[in-house]
């Protein structure tokens, strides 16, 4: 077990970091301050230095932010500061079959498939898209060349459904609502417990902090703040006009910039924020892009042709009241990323 608190010198020495990684404040020629924009993988191992738990929000299906996170796994630095990473896109019935195929055992497909096919939220979202696979053969791939002592262990963060026993809607739904719980529960038994470190990669709406007492309380981030005292270190991912000049999967400190105020509801097209700073939900955002430059990460269609596969979407779309169509599954989908209309809070608050 590796001590979770860095040493200052031991930090530096895996890092070397400089003034930037750590998100200083400099001065551009207007005299404006600027953050200065480390790349996502410096930000985190920044914030390791100083956090057991360091969380990553993302849109979910954005190829950018796959290829983020890609580049962070491969960095031969993040095995020597993180032990776990904690992911909402695997079920966690399935954590043996993980342990063992991160490890390096062998898995065949279809068993591994099941990780993220058999999640909560199918049949809304499968899982398929590419992103989510090449995350998990990444880690075993960083994991090869590792000691059993080094190895990064991926944490399933979703509930243990098993649809194989699953007749009714509300059965799902008991399943759905533990999912923060869940996650939070995963964390301080498997992490925090075993004082560990990891990284959590969340949809950014589970992670953000709790502006106030008793505001996004049942989410996971502030569970786990609340249950056991720590500070997590909050990344979300989010664009804004202002931030066009930056380098793409740069990542920028909220405090003492112009994020810290700014409304989250607007900057996260998100009207339940409306009136909310944004530094008061996260500690830095990952620019990856103004929304016309995103794309999306898409399966396969072909993927949708096998029989067995078909048949048992269909029989849980039909639980929930057939609310999916299915169908787009088996056709092509536009690449471009789907933004939502900008939100305008002061038109939301009948300002």
Known sequence: MRDPQLTRRRFLAVTGASAAAGGLLTTSSTGSAHAATPDLTRAVLAAFERHQLVAIGESHGQ???????????A?????QVVDDIVVEFGNALYQPTMDRFVAGGAVDDPVLQQVWRNTTQSPGATGD???????????????????PKRRIRVLLGDPPIDWSHITTQDQVDAFLDQRDVHMASVVEREVLAKGRRALICYG??????SPAPGQNADHGVPLIEEQTGQHVYVIVAGSHPRLATCPRRTVIPCSGTWLESTDAGEFMDAPRLCGVPLGKLADAVLYLGQPTDLTQSLWNPAIFLDPEYWAELQRRNALNGNLIDLEQYRQEQPI????????SCATDQGH
């Open 63 to 73: 190829q950018e932010h796959g290829d983020a996170q890609q580049m962070l796994l």
């Open 204 to 209: 950014s709406g589970h992670v953000m902090h």
């Open 75 to 79: 960095d031969p630095r993040l095995p």
């Open 336 to 343: 471009t990323w789907p933004a939502p209309p900008p939100v």
């Open 129 to 147: 898209q590419p992103i989510r696979e090449q995350f998990f053969r990444t880690v075993r791939a960083v994991n090869w060349t590792l000691p």
